[in-house]
């Protein structure tokens, strides 16, 4: 069946739609969702989605192609379209067989999200998986198969060295901004450390926000490579550089109810350590009653699926436990977060000594973990090269080689001070109040919007004493930080 | 933050979408699927789920409104159009409770349903709920609960009848069309009988299909409730009347996987029952190895189900299992059905035994039912009324209340004859393969199109009788046939 081409204008990415009237699906016996085939004369025919209108300005002789669609085909305006029906793809049924409580083989999870990444499956189908492997969960097996076939799926980056060192946290914990402290050391340490972090998404904050401050975020692989071959290691968002996308586009899908089926979380982390081929990772698991990860009973079945996971994939790969309690370091938000990072990367006095430490802890187990270290002298080692400068000489090779942007640090031009309404001790610390105020004051879209935190957890505080500052570049925003309440952010006894 | 509107030339019923730039929504912090709030001088504002948009035509000062927003708002290009932040409905909290496994209560499935009517659930939210009751079931309160809310949601039909007949049959039998001899053999012994049926999905005609061959099918209440007033009775497509409208939507998000949780199917079935005041019910549950239901035990559990929901709702429902190892009937496609129904009506000589006896089985079991006949007698009473024309009169009188359409019948005007490669007894019917023959060769798009069965199993037959004929009104549809294996739909044995 012919049909005159007309333009719809969305553009939805790497995916291509149709739209067809009402009555010419139902002529031609087609729902939403349906595949077609899209032929239009010296071009290669294109397998795309369909979605019907109702009663349209789109007339029965047309097909509406979104704007992908309409480029792909290099399309003008009433060319002739032929449609015809195409199958479901395959991957279809074993989605269905997951929903039905069976294990999915190798082949059959690889399918998925080869269709998936090929943008053949709709974002309902999508949904279906997700719901499957939250109700039923992944196995082990099943989660190291997710895990490979998201790295096949996309894109990677190679190295040829033998040793590669990753990190990850499962966020909750505001401030916390260790990976840019990390990196420069174990860089600095001579070994290679290729880091594509998160931006925020509920929280004031990302790694990649906050590195954002700092130095350009990078997305071309092969620019990326070099710099890891020449300076040791980069930081950069993740998201940009498509590495694990069929990830990406399964976060869309549990985006609606805030899904995080754990196994593909656990594939979702792991993938983007293994498409830049690291060997040996770092996992921390802060536990505490504001972040993700509540008791240490959640921690220790987590602990267990990640080095079972690291296994099946062949990677060394260690779990702690950290306090997440309250944040780690004294700015939120990114520019305050760069700020403390550089404060303890020059090591100076009022650097905060909470993320320094948790620093050094960390990257002393990796420097063990690969080897650099002996057992139980990592730390010293970490300590070592971030007192003599060689962490801070690294961050800066790292932040030349990714194009430098600001060098000049400052909070928001409008703040508050929050103050203590009593005399006593500090014994609870909201993170998660703690966020939305950060949050709501602009970070991390305003860069130097956030929150400052004077006090920390088992302080004693007089009446009156600063407990925390927000900072705003829009002063308005100020204002709506009034609608939580700021003073139930520090809990404080007598 | 005020955008200028633009039209997208998309209608999707009534869910209110609108587009932003993906730029735009960035900064909004706003995902797709979120809800917004539209509002414009002069106009309530107006709630509407937010699709994204990347690097298009649409300009980050624009926001896209699909047509029925734009009409509802009652929209010209470049009106201001103020964009707010809404909460997500709480009935997305259900549906992830509902996803770990637990129970919802009769508020919360109503509010589920109630949003799912006001299109204020998106797709995807609609398809997490429906994966959440596939996996893990609804209970028997559940079901009941949802069949409420589904009605409850909806248009109903009123009536003073104090009894209101019903049928149902879970289909995947061709042909039969008994519904269209059991109405008018109820109608005339005096019992309402309000019938709305569905439309073809996957067969190659629904009863709906059928009888719109010869009526009109009417969509408007109160024109309805005042034939069924009239004559007693009326036989229409259920999804044009907006009886049940949550279900047609979840069914539109059961599609992609073709997925049938088994307590949306009842509450669906039963909801259409329920919104036109139905109190007893007959329900036909045909069992054979090509049909939905494939053993008795199967069927069991359906029928208990049937039951128990039956009584939740208060009404008095009767399961009966048929046999469904071959079509009931001779015609398969609207027309070629809707001549075996007249014929049947008419007393007709060569009317399929098949079809009538299983119309005069049921009508009985309904007339006894409703208490019209005395146990054990409903089979000669409905037989009676057949026989005496009356249900014939009837059928003509609903066909006039409706709207006449053809008188002739006729099948389709191409034919091709399949005969028996050997001698033998028929041994198996491919009730499934007849139905795709019928489908391909134009059913029931193409009303005289179908497949005429000219023998039946258990019968013996020659080498070269005829089996069955194919008809259809286009030529090269017969030839579109022969991609299946014409010979395999009966299997004769020596």
Redesign the interface.
Known sequence: MKLNA?K??????SKYIA?LNEKRAH?L?L???DRIILKKKGQKPLRALL?I??????KETEV?LY?DTWSKLKTKYGDDIEIAVAE?PIS?TY??KK?N?ERLTTTELNEIIKDVVAEDL????V??FV??C???GLSDRETADLTRSIVNNGNKLKFKNKVVADKHCIGGVPGNRTTMIIIPIIAAAGILMPKTSSRAITSPSGTADTMEVLANILNQAPKLTKIANKVGGFITWGGGVDLASADDKMI??R?????DPQGMLLASIMAKKFSVGSTHVLIDIPIGPQVKIKTKKEGRILKRRFETLGKNLGMKVKVIFTNGDQPVGRGIGPSLEAMDVMKVLKNEEDAPSSLREKSIKMAGILLELTGKAKFGRGSSMARKILKSGKAYDKMMEIIKAQGAKRTKLRPGNFSKIIRAGKDGKIIEVNNKLIAHIARTAGAP?DQEAGVYIHKRLGEKVKKGEPLYTIYADIEERIEYTKQYPLNKAFIIKK
Chains 1, 2 share one sequence.
């Open positions: 007309t719809i204008p969305i553009r939805v990415g739209v002529f016996d729902h939403a969702g979605d209108t109702e009663n349209s300005e789109l509406g704007e479901k279809t989605i269905k929903l409580g709709s974002d309902l189908e949904a279906y719901s499957a939250y109700i039923h869309r899908a985006h609606p109810l805030s899904l879209k």
